[in-house]
Every structure is written in C-alpha cells, then in structure tokens.
C-alpha cells in the first residue's frame, strides 16, 4: 500500500513554478518566499478540525473562538470529537451559541465518527485528494473548499487549487491583468501550468491579493496654529 507523506518539497516546487509561469513569477519575487507549513508535521484530530471548521463558519474569529471555548467548556474537551457532543444535549449547544443549523451539523459528524466513517491522518495517507473529499464532504455543513483547506494547510497536498475562493480568483485576476475574475472552470484551465504544485500557486494568489491592495493615505498631521 502506498502511503503519501505530509507536505512536499517548497523549493522544487518554487523551481516548477518559476519555469511555469512569468507572470506568477514576477509577483512572486515581490513577496517574501513561502516556505514549508509547520502544521504539515504535527499531529491533529480530523473530527476536531472538522467540528471547529463547522463552529467557525459565517463568524468573525473573536466571536467563533469564543463559542468555540464556550463548547469546550459543556463538554468538559478540549478535544472535539463524537464523545464530546454526546455529553451534551442540544439545548446546552444553543445555549453555547451554535445555532440549529450547526448543531444539526455537529450532530451528523458526531454519528459519523462513531461510526467509523471519518477517516483518520493515518487513513488519509492512504487516500488521493478526491477520495478524502468525498469522505468529508459528506458531513453535513463541510463543503470542498473546507476539505480543501484542510489538504493543503494540514496534511500538505502538493497539488490543490481552490478554484471556488474568491481569493484564490483575484489572485489570478492580478496575475494576468484581467478586467475581471476568472471563472472556476476558467482557473482549472489556467491553473494547469502550475501542477503538480497548484497548492504553492495558490499560496502565492492569496498574498498576492494582500500586496496589491492600495495603502491608505495617511491622515494629516494637526498643524499648531500660532
């Protein structure tokens, strides 16, 4: 059985797409190089990222961290997994702040831990990236580009392209000076250059759209009338 480790090599994959794409590459040598994700080595529990992914979702940072805390709290775990939210019963959840629709979710992630059907780190070194997907995905309020997200800043796929993310559509609409964003079927075909290291590509989009926001015009300083 074939096991595909975490991550990949950052500078073969600069290399690539430095002979891939001028146009990539002339944004690239104007942002700091990004380098290998320390995430990729560590440890972590699907059903908890998951569960925190749901949690999040549709909220400013603040106010998910502090539900999130509030969650931990009624389940007595700082992990989040299917025992977790079989401590508590739905109105302990709301109460929490998470609303009926996230509960719902939660629940149906929960059952399907229990039942053996997410797969773990070590299941998914086993698995392609459509596979994992379709495995997660299934989870009631988990979306591809969540899946995504977790492919390419946790278990470091070298080869994803978020084609859906407004980010990542920017990104390319800089890149090549367009009047406006590429469609996602527009991306799969322009981002074709860039594999086996679409993930990297997609990395540099993001900062790419960071670095070319204007800067705001600093206020004037009050003048002293004398």
Not at 11 to 37: C, F, S, Y
Not at 204 to 212: E, G, K, S
Request: proline content about 5%.
């Amino acid at each position: 059985m074939v096991r595909i480790r975490r991550g990949f090599d950052v500078d073969v994959a600069h290399a690539h797409l430095r002979k891939a794409d001028r146009a990539l590459t002339k944004w690239m040598r104007k942002i700091e190089v990004i380098a290998a994700d320390p995430r990729w080595r560590k440890p972590f529990d699907v059903t908890d990222a998951l569960a925190r992914a749901i949690l999040y979702q549709q909220l400013s940072g603040k106010a998910a961290a502090t539900i999130v805390g509030r969650v931990e709290v009624a389940t007595a775990s700082k992990l989040l997994h299917a025992d977790s939210f079989a401590r508590v019963d739905d109105a302990t959840l709301r109460a929490c702040g998470v609303s009926g629709n996230k509960t719902l979710a939660l629940r149906d992630l929960a059952a399907r831990a229990a039942r053996g059907e997410i797969p773990d780190v070590r299941q998914m070194a086993t698995m392609d990236d459509a596979q994992i997907v379709a495995a997660l995905s299934a989870v009631r309020g988990i979306g591809t580009w969540t899946v995504q997200m977790m492919l390419m800043f946790r278990l470091g796929r070298p080869d994803v392209l978020p084609v859906d993310d407004l980010g990542i559509r920017k990104g390319a609409q800089i890149v090549d000076g367009l009047d406006a964003m590429p469609t996602p079927k527009q991306l799969v075909e322009r981002g074709e250059c860039w594999g086996p290291y679409r993930t990297l590509a997609g990395l540099y989009l993001w900062r790419i759209v960071d670095a070319a926001k204007p800067v705001p015009a600093a206020k004037p300083v009050p003048r002293s009338q004398g």
